[in-house]
């Protein structure tokens, strides 16, 4: 188990952390298996998305802060509730398979941090359930 650490700069942003979790799982040994990533905080997720086009991450914040604006009436005293609900909705953790020690992401895709209560550090935990020391015998593709 490996904790990444991610200093954010922005109250809300995405940030692509596919070659941190990558190195944590080098470190970690992971040849293949199910990576979870966790991040441990209530105003911030996890989630695959297109790192290629910068404008993708641009439009998918817009949208999501259209979804649920930050000033809503809410009853939250910190101001913050916005970030819990974003939170919830696109989850504290996703599992991710592994393949010859990377992510097994298509081409497009990327790991990102979302962020929506920053700028902070954030922690990311990183661990693979069954591991194994050497390649797969069989992938199948169906």
Not at 40 to 63: G, K, R, Y
Not at 96 to 113: N, S
Request: one cysteine or more; aromatic letters at 4%.
């Amino acid at each position: 188990m490996v904790d990444l650490k991610i200093k954010t700069k922005a109250c809300i942003e995405l940030i692509d952390t596919t070659e941190k979790v990558n190195h944590a799982l080098a470190e970690i040994g992971a040849e293949s298996g199910l990576c979870n990533l966790f991040v441990t905080h209530t105003t911030a997720a996890v989630i695959v998305s297109e790192n290629w086009d910068p404008d993708v991450t641009i439009d998918m914040l817009a949208q999501l802060e259209r979804v649920v604006p930050r000033e809503n009436s809410y009853r939250h005293g910190e101001g913050n509730s916005q970030a819990h609900i974003l939170s919830v909705m696109l989850s504290t953790s996703i599992n991710i398979p592994v393949r010859g020690g990377k992510l097994a992401l298509g081409k497009w895709q990327g790991v990102m941090l979302a962020e929506f209560d920053g700028p902070r550090e954030r922690n990311v935990i990183v661990s693979v359930a069954a591991l194994s020391a050497g390649k797969p015998k069989k992938t199948v593709t169906r």
